[in-house]
């Protein structure tokens, strides 16, 4: 008997046929491991970022780091810069950005500021030029407006903190959100209404309609959203978005909650 039989044109078909089954049943598997593998990189990031976040106040006396962009007067100190938009190349320059903003010194790296399924840098903006760039930003998160992310006298219904001493309950206050600002780079702070219980800037929802949140004791999580209009209001990039009749309203109350301040004005 020959050792090494011919392979017959049937059986090459059915084995290519069992290798083409199989690579259809891996193909999802690898892209849900491809997902969840962003997830735990953008975790990890608002992690590192959470901890340079109390470093920074550690060092200033528990000043904490402005939570705007652009400004470096005191007292807001911002954590990241605002990019020249008359310099290039584009994405160089951004994080140009990110390394001259005061909280660099405690990360380290530009990639940490970017989640990597964030791929705004790689297309067009959605209003372009409205802040001086073409395409979309490669900073995925932002500090909320309560973080000394606006005036301390006061704006948006608020008077932020400014300092540690102030804050109470750290695990169940946000610091650090994921944002997708279309116009060409997250701008200012996140914000929203706390006293009139509304929204006003949209997230990003890159991780299968959930967000990463970064808390005031330096943890992370990856929240899920359940409203449609929370959904639909992060998908379409929608300022000022309504709660629908429909919904429950649990997001907004969530976030709200878990939103600092001082007090109201």
């Known amino acids: 008997m020959n050792p090494n039989p ?31 593998g962003k997830s735990t ?5 608002l992690h590192i970022l959470g901890r340079a976040w109390l470093a920074y106040a550690k060092d200033n006396d528990g ?12 007292p807001y100190y911002s954590w990241v810069q605002w990019p020249d938009n008359s310099a290039a190349p584009e994405l160089q320059e951004k ?17 940490t500021y ?6 705004r840098y790689l297309l067009p903006s959605r209003d372009p030029g409205s802040y001086g760039f073409e395409s ?9 407006g309560g973080m000394k992310g606006v005036a301390e006298y006061g704006e948006w219904e608020i008077i932020p903190h400014v300092s540690t001493a102030t804050l109470q309950n750290p695990a169940g206050k946000c610091v650090f959100i994921e944002e997708a600002d279309g116009r060409g780079e997250n701008a200012g702070s996140w914000v929203l209404y706390p006293e009139s219980h509304r929204w006003v800037d ?18 992370a999580e990856m929240h899920q959203w359940i409203d449609r209009s929370t959904i639909d209001m992060s998908k379409n990039q929608t300022f000022y978005q309504s709660v629908y009749p429909t919904d429950s309203g649990i997001d907004l109350a969530y976030m709200i909650q878990a939103y600092p301040y001082v007090r109201l004005l």
């Open 6 to 36: 011919t392979i017959t044109r049937f059986q090459a078909l059915a084995l290519a046929a069992v290798i083409f089954f199989a690579l259809t049943l891996m193909l999802p598997m690898t892209s849900t491991a491809r997902s969840s």
């Open 41 to 45: 990189v953008c975790l990890a990031n």
């Open 63 to 74: 000043r904490i780091v402005g939570g705007s962009t652009g400004s470096t007067d005191a």
């Open 95 to 111: 994080m140009r950005a990110i390394t001259a903003g005061k909280l660099f010194a405690y990360v380290g790296t530009v990639q």
């Open 114 to 119: 970017h989640c990597p399924s964030d791929p």
């Open 136 to 144: 979309g930003g490669f900073r995925s998160y932002s500090i909320v």
């Open 202 to 219: 949209p997230f990003a929802i890159w991780h299968n309609q959930r967000s990463t949140l970064g808390f005031a004791d330096g943890r």
